[in-house]
């Protein structure tokens, strides 16, 4: 199961940036026939967002103290003093504009320049900002794999 879910995490984020991408690209020519495909994306990136979330949560809270110790006591600490505490304070911004996007993307963007420009702006941060969190996720799964590698050899 653990395995499942460290699977699961990282590709919940990947999908909702993809689904972020859609709702982004779909908005520069919105028109009230693109309306309903970008509400549904940019649902699916608000729900894929938590669901990220509430994975990561749990396996921060139930494993990351044993990850924590072999990155802290590896060469590459930084991948927690760095990479971890901005994953934990950055991605709540992110949770906050995934949540705001489908508020936003509700608004008539067909006939509503205002809210199209909002939705733009929204969906174009969590696109860069979800790829930060992906590749800091990388940076912290190779900080365990290299602090387990260091301490086999005796470091």
Do not use: Q
């Amino acid at each position: 199961m653990e395995n499942f879910l460290l699977l699961t995490h990282p590709a919940a984020g990947g999908l909702a940036t993809l689904a972020a991408l859609w709702v982004f690209v779909d908005t520069l020519n919105a028109s009230s026939a693109s309306e309903a495909r970008i509400k549904n994306a940019s649902l699916i990136c608000a729900g894929l967002i938590w669901l990220a979330y509430f994975l990561g949560g749990y396996l921060y809270v139930m494993d990351y103290a044993a990850d924590k110790a072999i990155i802290k006591a590896g060469p590459w600490a930084f991948g927690h003093d760095f990479f971890m505490e901005v994953k934990e304070h950055v991605f709540l911004m992110l949770l906050l504009l995934a949540t705001y996007l489908p508020i936003a993307a509700f608004d008539g963007l067909g006939s509503n320049k205002a809210a199209r420009k909002i939705v733009l702006w929204v969906s174009g941060l969590i696109v860069p900002i979800s790829l930060s969190m992906e590749g800091s996720g990388a940076i912290i799964s190779v900080a365990v794999k290299i602090g387990l590698l260091f301490k086999l050899k005796g470091g």
